[in-house]
């Protein structure tokens, strides 16, 4: 029975009106960042000879751009009536930093283009699903959750597919190749998003159930955020120290990415019937087993191995958590979506300087983020139980396990 609800709701999400263009971009823009995400601290560190410290700097500079710009175009946003002309201009930024990125040869240079190229890329992403949001609110409102799930899946397939395009970039033209391969990635979402039909109207809040405002999860959810945004930084650095082979991160990540596509399915069904913070939690244990095994300095193969292990918990950050932020704001989309962007980018901020505890890129680096994991598993816990015992005393009670 469960399989006829998933694949009825699946076919009606298919038939919304407008649903496939925001399929086939949200597609695009999968394909131009999983090109370039796993090479891009390898390119800065063997092709431009920057260092450590100069590689974290450009990060955290960009970064510390994007999030600004993010969070500030959030709470614009929801006093304009079209959000559509943020992304489009967004891809110009991005697509001019690139073209300065892949030229550069010296930090300044590297940096300016970064800053173009990551800057407004936090816009693109938060806009893109508050646009999404409010057009499955309006046209399909019994359905909008999975929808935005199945959108957020989407993503992962095109970075799967931009990861295999990019190992094979690498192997046949080099890091040039590769670049190019994201600067095209933004065009092909530029013109996706010229012929995009945005729906305007304001979409029905009624009967969609919001989440109590919790500091407590945030935080939680920021942690958690933080350990996944050093793991991206550090492992493709990690597996080349180790293996001496940078298109490996690729065919790593790909596989992740795969099962990305199966489990935020199934995670947020579950999230639908046993409330998000089960979900949340239950993925943050998979985090903590994925990031001991990292740390041991294993073969390859446990690598490989654990990949399925770590999707299901970037399927609930990223799948269910994401829902989880927006319906705390769901009378504010464009800003509960930046938000959540925003959660996001300040993790990667602070992911990029933690591991300075640690020097180099050895495997040892990642028993920071399982101690991320593991204090933000107690405040999730915490909460958890608080919230079940005051249930039970009180079956009105504000804060109970939505």
Same mark, same amino acid.
């Given at each position: 029975?469960?399989?006829?609800?998933?694949?009825?709701?699946?076919?009606?999400? /298919?038939?919304?009106?407008?649903?496939?263009? +925001? &399929?086939? @971009?949200?597609? *695009? =823009?999968? %394909? !131009?960042?999983?090109?370039?995400?796993?090479?891009?601290?390898?390119?800065?560190?063997?092709?431009?000879?920057?260092?450590?410290?100069?590689?974290?700097?450009?990060?955290?500079?960009?970064?510390?751009?994007?999030?600004?710009?993010?969070?500030?175009?959030?709470?614009?946003?929801?006093?304009?009536?079209?959000?559509?002309?943020?992304?489009?201009?967004?891809?110009?930024?991005?697509?001019?930093?690139?073209?300065?990125?892949?030229?550069?040869?010296?930090?300044?240079?590297?940096?300016?283009?970064?800053?173009?190229?990551?800057?407004?890329?936090?816009?693109?992403?938060?806009?893109?699903?508050?646009?999404?949001?409010?057009?499955?609110?309006?046209?399909?409102?019994?359905?909008?959750?999975?929808?935005?799930?199945?959108?957020?899946?989407? /993503?992962?397939?095109?970075?799967?597919?931009? +990861? &295999?395009? @990019?190992?094979? *970039? =690498?192997? %046949? !033209?080099?890091?040039?190749?590769?670049?190019?391969?994201?600067?095209?990635?933004?065009?092909?979402?530029?013109?996706?998003?010229?012929?995009?039909?945005?729906?305007?109207?304001?979409?029905?809040?009624?009967?969609?159930?919001?989440?109590?405002?919790?500091?407590?999860?945030?935080?939680?959810?920021?942690?958690?955020?933080?350990?996944?945004?050093?793991?991206?930084?550090?492992?493709?650095?990690?597996?080349?120290?180790?293996?001496?082979?940078?298109?490996?991160?690729?065919?790593?990540?790909?596989?992740?990415?795969?099962?990305?596509?199966?489990?935020?399915?199934?995670?947020?069904?579950?999230?639908?019937?046993?409330?998000?913070?089960?979900?949340?939690?239950?993925?943050?244990?998979?985090?903590?087993?994925?990031?001991?095994?990292?740390?041991?300095?294993?073969?390859?193969?446990?690598?490989? &191995?654990?990949?399925?292990?770590?999707?299901?918990?970037?399927?609930?950050?990223?799948?269910?958590?994401?829902?989880?932020?927006?319906?705390?704001?769901?009378?504010?989309?464009?800003?509960?979506?930046?938000?959540?962007?925003?959660?996001?980018?300040?993790?990667?901020?602070?992911?990029?300087?933690?591991?300075?505890?640690?020097?180099?890129?050895?495997?040892?680096?990642?028993?920071?983020?399982?101690?991320?994991?593991?204090?933000?598993?107690?405040?999730?816990?915490?909460?958890?139980?608080?919230?079940?015992?005051?249930?039970?005393?009180?079956?009105?009670?504000?804060?109970?396990?939505?």
């Amino acid at each position: 029975m469960k399989k006829v609800t998933i694949m009825t709701e699946f076919k009606l999400f /298919l038939k919304i009106k407008g649903a496939w263009i +925001l &399929l086939i @971009g949200i597609f *695009l =823009y999968g %394909i !131009g960042t999983g090109i370039l995400a796993p090479m891009n601290a390898v390119y800065m560190r063997d092709e431009i000879g920057l260092s450590q410290i100069e590689i974290v700097s450009i990060f955290s500079i960009s970064l510390l751009l994007n999030m600004v710009t993010t969070i500030l175009i959030g709470i614009i946003s929801d006093m304009i009536k079209r959000k559509k002309p943020l992304p489009i201009f967004a891809c110009i930024l991005c697509m001019t930093g690139l073209l300065i990125y892949m030229n550069a040869i010296t930090y300044v240079e590297t940096l300016i283009g970064m800053i173009f190229a990551v800057a407004p890329s936090g816009l693109i992403m938060g806009q893109f699903f508050a646009m999404a949001r409010n057009h499955f609110m309006t046209i399909a409102p019994d359905i909008y959750e999975m929808a935005q799930i199945w959108l957020r899946a989407m /993503l992962s397939v095109g970075f799967f597919t931009g +990861l &295999l395009v @990019g190992a094979n *970039l =690498y192997i %046949i !033209g080099n890091f040039k190749s590769v670049l190019w391969g994201n600067f095209l990635g933004y065009l092909t979402l530029f013109v996706v998003l010229i012929f995009y039909k945005e729906y305007v109207e304001p979409a029905s809040i009624s009967s969609v159930k919001g989440e109590a405002f919790s500091l407590v999860m945030l935080f939680a959810l920021l942690l958690l955020a933080c350990a996944d945004s050093l793991r991206g930084l550090y492992l493709p650095l990690v597996v080349f120290q180790l293996f001496k082979e940078p298109q490996l991160m690729s065919y790593l990540w790909s596989i992740q990415a795969v099962f990305e596509l199966l489990f935020m399915t199934v995670a947020g069904y579950w999230a639908n019937k046993f409330g998000s913070k089960p979900v949340i939690i239950i993925g943050s244990l998979c985090a903590l087993t994925t990031y001991i095994l990292y740390s041991v300095n294993p073969p390859i193969w446990v690598f490989f &191995l654990v990949q399925p292990l770590y999707s299901f918990f970037v399927s609930v950050l990223y799948g269910v958590a994401m829902g989880y932020v927006q319906r705390m704001f769901n009378t504010r989309i464009g800003f509960g979506s930046s938000l959540y962007v925003f959660l996001s980018q300040t993790a990667a901020l602070i992911g990029y300087f933690l591991p300075f505890l640690i020097p180099g890129y050895h495997p040892r680096i990642f028993i920071i983020p399982s101690v991320l994991v593991c204090a933000a598993f107690i405040l999730m816990f915490g909460l958890f139980i608080i919230n079940r015992v005051r249930a039970k005393k009180d079956p009105h009670s504000i804060g109970a396990i939505g």
